[in-house]
């Protein structure tokens, strides 16, 4: 193998880094400041994101399978997030009796009862959706009786923007090579791949990466068409890794190849994209549409609120919609909610430039904390108005409803209507700084009670939970979201999400034999086949190896007859199958330095966006938006960018 110029290809990877914007930012630290006297001290830097020096080897028709579920997964969320029963159920235990105070009972080893942050979630969703012992358990449209807070939530469209991460697993022996490894399987040199296509978890709030992820992969590309020659060996060796060694169509292996793509991802234009299960005739780095798809979805859902409740000039719009148009006081703008101290902040510019450039939509940036303030309800229509920076006065201690209950801090002018709120922020309780009943979560519940589209509302938000994943694992719980009694295609959508899954367990109080086998597994020696996961995003609070084996035996007692009791503190985690995806050689840059050179294992996002009507009955838009793909060294059991564990890299299709 040719010896790979290591600084010529880095070289050229800073520098197409800083030339494309695929940087992230970098925020002084208090020593730097104190020691420059400089103004410039305290404003922020950028660098080089952690990137994958080169491209992954990934299959293509598992590639392929993860892209065609994606409108799949799209429309379950929706489906979820308008069921209150199963919500309570799933995360409460079935608790269903509002109390006096709008709670809701839960059983002591429930998610909600161990995990406060779900629980609040939970609680602003029965408060403002919910109420038990309807017909059907879906969601109701009144204005809840017991707040008497006023309540548009119902009048608001839902938009998603989801990312269903998926790892490569070794196949079990029996299915190696048979018939049904894939559809549309018409090809030998497919049959073989000894790996499959298994979910790892489905995120629906600040889902991240989509412009970054988009110029890694116009990178890698660049990288392996100008450097060829140096990089034939390295691509052979890792397709055998992950492809066998049987594998027929290497790397540039014939003369006869064409730059083709794989259908459906070419540049996204106004139209939807097609999901394809079927190969054209070249594989390799793919064009990303993410950075295309997600403003578009944005768009969508900015129009549509135009038409709903502003541009009263439109006609068509629904009767129920009409009667609750609001003035056009101010025009309307998209609204970011993000973090304070953010340093991902060029993905999120990204999908911000593209909005005006391409659609001229503007947008707004805030956090919980100054949404509070900067965010007003109007109660006779439900409009959410984003106030002018200005004069103002009061703040965290005036706590009632923010700006919105007229008492609070008072601004300047009315300077939008949000027909749109964003989340990259509010996923975490480190977003919430000033506790359960503080700024942050008034400032929430403020947007989610108004008729602006969220993304994510409330339920998208915890159709995402970990528990719900684990769940939706049980036999025939996927179809009580699909008609599957005599509706074939439900019947093959239920079937390609199924397949997906891996294998998943409770802790609670509602764990079966299933669930306790795998517990048992777990704590006599082979923890390593296990992960534990709490409801959280972000990355490192998972637990692997002997720290999940002492955490699960310091909470489970086991009896004389060898049946197990769990404990409540285990009821807000899941234990889920660790998946053990091929192994293959990588250089990561870190910062624009090589951070090391080793094996390494990756994780799949695809992107799916979804707009759906506010009273469910009608789908707007629902597609497959483009991918990501995470690359770690092998030894690293956590996999977030953001947090510092894995780089940004694109699959290289065989």
Not at 83 to 102: C, E, H, P, V
Not at 139 to 168: C, H, T, V, W
Not at 550 to 568: F, M, P, Y
Request: hydrophobic fraction near 30%; aromatic fraction near 8%; glycine fraction near 8%.
């Amino acid at each position: 193998m040719k010896d790979i110029p290591l600084t010529k290809l880095t070289n050229f990877a800073n520098s197409y880094a800083a030339a494309h914007g695929l940087q992230v930012e970098t925020k002084p630290t208090s020593a730097t400041t104190a020691s420059s006297s400089s103004s410039s001290s305290s404003s922020s830097s950028y660098q080089c994101a952690p990137i994958s020096l080169l491209p992954n080897i990934f299959p293509a028709q598992s590639f392929l399978r993860a892209k065609s579920l994606a409108p799949d997964f799209n429309l379950l969320v929706d489906r979820i997030s308008r069921n209150g029963a199963f919500l309570n159920d799933t995360l409460a235990g079935g608790g269903k009796g509002k109390g006096k105070d709008s709670s809701y009972s839960s059983s002591s080893s429930s998610v909600i009862a161990k995990d406060a942050y779900t629980n609040k979630l939970l609680q602003l969703y029965n408060d403002i959706y919910y109420s038990p012992g309807g017909d059907d358990g879906n969601e109701i449209n009144e204005i809840n009786e017991i707040n008497k807070k006023p309540n548009f939530a119902n009048k608001a469209d839902r938009l998603g923007i989801q990312r269903s991460d998926y790892m490569l697993n070794p196949k079990p022996l029996a299915n190696k090579g048979s018939d049904n490894d894939s559809d549309n399987n018409n090809n030998n040199e497919y049959e073989y791949e000894p790996f499959e296509l298994k979910q790892v978890e489905l995120n629906t709030i600040a889902s991240s990466f989509a412009g970054l992820a988009t110029n890694v992969a116009k990178l890698h590309a660049a990288i392996t068409e100008r450097f060829e020659d140096y990089l034939n060996d390295w691509i052979v060796m890792n397709q055998k890794r992950v492809m066998g060694e049987q594998y027929l169509y290497c790397y540039r292996e014939t003369e006869t190849e064409t730059d083709t793509e794989i259908e459906g991802t070419a540049t996204a234009t106004e139209t939807e994209i097609e999901t394809t299960t079927t190969l054209t005739t070249n594989l390799g780095v793919q064009q990303n549409p993410a950075l295309d798809r997600l403003p578009f979805a944005m768009k969508l859902a900015h129009e549509r609120y135009m038409e709903r409740f502003i541009d009263n000039t439109n006609n068509n719009s629904n009767s129920n919609s009409n009667s609750n148009k609001s003035k056009p006081a101010a025009a309307a703008a998209v609204l970011f909610i993000v973090q304070d101290g953010e340093t991902n902040t060029v993905d999120q510019r990204m999908l911000e430039f593209k909005l005006w450039e391409e659609h001229k939509i503007p947008v707004v940036r805030m956090s919980l904390t100054k949404a509070f303030t900067h965010l007003k309800l109007d109660k006779d229509n439900g409009s959410l108005y984003i106030l002018d920076d200005i004069a103002e006065k009061g703040g965290k201690d005036d706590k009632d409803e923010g700006s919105g209950s007229g008492s609070g801090p008072q601004l300047g002018p009315i300077l939008y209507q949000a027909s749109l709120v964003y989340y990259r922020a509010g996923y975490a309780p480190t977003d919430y700084p000033d506790g359960d009943d503080g700024i942050e979560w008034k400032a929430r519940e403020m947007i989610e009670r108004s008729i602006a589209t969220k993304c994510p509302s409330l339920g998208y938000h915890l159709a995402g939970t970990k528990k719900v994943q684990q769940e939706l694992a049980r036999p025939g719980v996927l179809e009580r979201f699909f008609d599957t009694g005599s509706d074939s295609d439900s019947n093959d959508r239920v079937q390609r999400m199924r397949d997906a899954f891996a294998g998943l367990y409770s802790l609670g109080d509602d764990a079966v034999e299933e669930d306790y086998l795998a517990i048992k597994d777990a704590i006599s020696g082979s923890e390593g086949r296990y992960v534990l996961k709490p409801q959280r995003e972000g990355g490192g609070y998972n637990y692997y190896g002997e720290k999940l084996a002492a955490k699960i035996g310091a909470n489970v007692k086991r009896n004389d007859d060898g049946s197990l009791e769990l404990g409540e503190d285990l009821a807000e985690f899941i234990l889920m199958q660790r998946l053990f995806p091929p192994k293959q050689r990588a250089v990561l840059l870190r910062a624009g330095m090589v951070e090391g050179s080793g094996e390494s294992i990756s994780e799949l996002g695809c992107f799916g966006t979804i707009l759906q009507s506010f009273d469910g009955e009608t789908t707007l838009h629902n597609e497959y938006a483009g991918f990501l793909l995470r690359t770690k060294f092998e030894n690293v059991d956590e996999g977030g960018v953001a947090s510092g564990f894995a780089t940004l890299s694109s699959p290289y299709l065989c």
